[in-house]
């Protein structure tokens, strides 16, 4: 079936460190990739999505490419401030279905 | 921004009890989703639900589980007699329409004791 795996971390990097956070997919077709963060105390937020190959997303300073050849959707993002400690889930949905699958979740903690 | 609520933010019961987590999805969205998340596991879809009816649902998703819009604003999730296994964050989501993005909620965390 489908899945989603990304590395669990913690993640622990100082404030203006870059950050990636790996993702990869296993999937029949070609489903649409999320990335939606959850700050503490808070729902799961949308932070950005790719609906075909070569689709770049981005919000806030974070990007993923949808790489098919490789079914990879890494975030990236080039200077993390303390702020964006919070726990990062990678996930897809195919069209006409609505089963979101996510990853584990990478939590992330940047320190001053 | 509209978002999506969920009440309780935490509940405590005893196994075999009735729980019924709220949800109160964005004002205009159609679909309806619950999730749960056990500690330290992924995040699984358990139900969709959409125009009174459940739309998909997985094989978590038994009989003692059932979902309900008992008014046009509040979507429920019961589990009829909980077990220890159903502790886990509970987080209901909403979208528009079947293809697009889902909101979530900040969950519910339950604790079967």
């Known amino acids: 079936g489908d899945s989603v795996t990304q590395m669990e971390g913690p993640v622990t990097l100082s404030e203006e460190a870059f950050l990636t956070i790996n993702c990869t997919y296993t999937?029949?077709?070609?489903?649409?990739l999320f990335w939606y963060v959850q700050y503490p105390g808070e729902g799961l937020q949308l932070l950005l999505k790719?609906?075909?190959?070569?689709d770049k997303g981005s919000n806030k300073g974070f990007e993923a490419t949808y790489r098919k050849e490789t079914t990879s959707f890494h975030l990236e993002k080039g200077s993390v401030q303390v702020s964006d400690s919070a726990v990062y889930f990678c996930?897809?949905?195919?069209?006409?279905?609505?089963?979101?699958?996510f990853g584990i979740g990478t939590k992330l903690q940047v320190i001053p | 921004e509209p978002e999506v609520t969920q009440t309780p933010s935490h509940q405590v019961t005893q196994m075999g009890q009735e729980v019924i987590l709220r949800c109160v999805p964005i004002?205009?969205?159609?679909?309806f989703y619950w999730y749960r998340q056990i500690l330290g596991q992924k995040v699984e879809f358990l139900v969709s639900?959409?125009?009174?009816?459940?739309?998909?649902k997985s094989e978590i998703f038994d009989d003692q589980f059932s979902v309900e819009r008992p008014d046009g604003s509040n979507f429920t999730l019961k589990i009829r007699s909980t077990k220890l296994e159903d502790s886990a964050m509970y987080f209901c989501?909403?979208?528009?329409?079947?293809?697009?993005?889902?909101?979530f909620g900040p969950g519910t965390r339950l604790l079967v004791l």
């Open positions: 639900f959409y125009n009174n009816e459940i739309s998909e």
């Open positions: 790719a609906t075909k190959a070569d």
């Open positions: 996930a897809l949905v195919y069209g006409g279905y609505q089963k979101v699958t």
């Open positions: 004002s205009n969205h159609l679909y």
């Open positions: 999937a029949t077709g070609y489903p649409s």
């Open positions: 989501a909403s979208s528009t329409d079947r293809e697009e993005t889902q909101y």
